[in-house]
């Protein structure tokens, strides 16, 4: 079974500084399937980039998503207020067939 | 405007049964593949249950045994009957559509608070 594993647990900056969030995945996965999404308080999940790398439909190009094999990465090049939120990666894999990550908590300072 | 609405939500005793509506506005939910995510309080994302366009049906393990997940064609409507229910099954739970080429989750409702306790 495939875990993924989000770091830092909690990202404290301030807007206008650049964020970047890591994605862990514990065998080598297919960046094709690995998604990334942003929640804020008592909303639901909002979809960011999908196949590592392409933004959403009107995802703001600060967002970015990058990697390959284990190892992915988010970033937001600068920090606007309405970004601070928890972030999530998530992977279509066999058994379970969809795996979020922990999350990263993304605070300001 | 693609929208996912889920109703059904409640407080529930445990070992009860509770069933889950999410109706969906401008796209057929038949024709798509269609999920269930749940969050607990404070905690992260879980995946509960998908269905495919062709039927298929697949459960996390936490789950498997104890909920099922469905679609009424004529309602647009997909459900998720929950029975056996524990403490551990409190969580808001969403609905939510996924892409087929990406197998990730492009919309979702604004999710249906269940609660078991006695």
């Known amino acids: 079974e495939i875990v993924l594993t989000q770091s830092p647990g909690t990202l404290s900056l301030s807007p206008g500084e650049r964020a970047t969030l890591s994605c862990r995945a514990s065998q080598s996965v297919s960046s094709n399937y690995l998604s990334w999404y942003q929640q804020k308080p008592g909303q639901a999940p909002r979809l960011l980039i999908y196949g590592a790398s392409s933004r959403a439909t009107g995802i703001p190009d600060r967002f970015s998503g990058s990697g390959s094999g284990t190892d992915f990465t988010l970033t937001i090049s600068r920090l606007e207020p309405e970004d601070f939120a928890v972030y999530y990666c998530?992977?279509?894999?066999?058994?379970?067939?969809?795996?979020f990550g922990q999350g990263t908590k993304l605070e300001i300072k | 405007e693609v929208q996912l609405v889920e109703s059904g939500g409640g407080l529930v005793q445990p070992g009860g049964s509770l069933r889950l509506s999410c109706e969906a506005s401008e796209f057929i939910v038949s024709r798509n593949y269609m999920s269930w995510v749940r969050q607990a309080p404070g905690k992260g994302l879980e995946w509960v249950s998908v269905i495919y366009s062709g039927g298929s049906t697949f459960y996390a393990d936490s789950v498997k045994g104890r909920f099922t997940i469905s679609r009424d064609n004529s309602k647009n409507t997909l459900y998720l009957q929950m029975n056996s229910l524990g403490t551990e099954d409190t969580a808001m739970y969403y609905c939510a559509r996924i892409l087929p080429f990406a197998e990730n989750f492009d919309y979702w409702g604004q999710g249906t608070s269940v609660t078991v306790s006695s």
């Open positions: 998530q992977q279509y894999s066999s058994s379970p067939l969809y795996i």
